[in-house]
Nanobody, 114 residues
Framework: QVQLVESGGGLVQAGGSLRLSCAAS????????MGWYRQAPGKRRELVAVVTGTDSTNYANSVKGRFTISRDNAKNTVYLQMNNLKPEDTAVYYC????????WGQGTQVTVSS
């Protein structure tokens, strides 16, 4: 059974930082492209960042230079370091794993106050 469990969300003031973690089980972690997506109220889910098994990364323009995605294949965990947070970053953040199928976590709320 595949499980992606996110943690690290919360409430932070604008300009602050948070680090999200996503622990995966039930998959060959190193083979999967891992990603973070977010969905704000009334908006569609959007890509934030992805990292391949060989550590190639891609970011949404809105987070470039502020967010960093990384993975630890030994711990089956992907991280999202979020710095200089803005109120528009407020959303539910979802972890994803993609290979032959797509898997999603349950999401973690990030709220940035102005």
């Amino acid at each position: 059974q595949v499980q992606l469990v996110e943690s690290g969300g919360g409430l932070v003031q604008a300009g602050g930082s948070l680090r999200l973690s996503c622990a995966a089980s039930g998959i060959i972690f190193s083979a999967h492209v891992m990603g973070w997506y977010r969905q704000a109220p009334g908006k569609r889910r959007e890509l934030v960042a992805v990292v391949t098994g060989t550590d190639s990364t891609n970011y949404a323009n809105s987070v470039k230079g502020r967010f960093t995605i990384s993975r630890d294949n030994a711990k089956n965990t992907v991280y999202l370091q979020m710095n200089n947070l803005k109120p528009e970053d407020t959303a539910v953040y979802y972890c994803s794993a993609s290979f032959h199928a797509n898997y999603w976590g349950q999401g973690t709320q990030v709220t940035v106050s102005s």
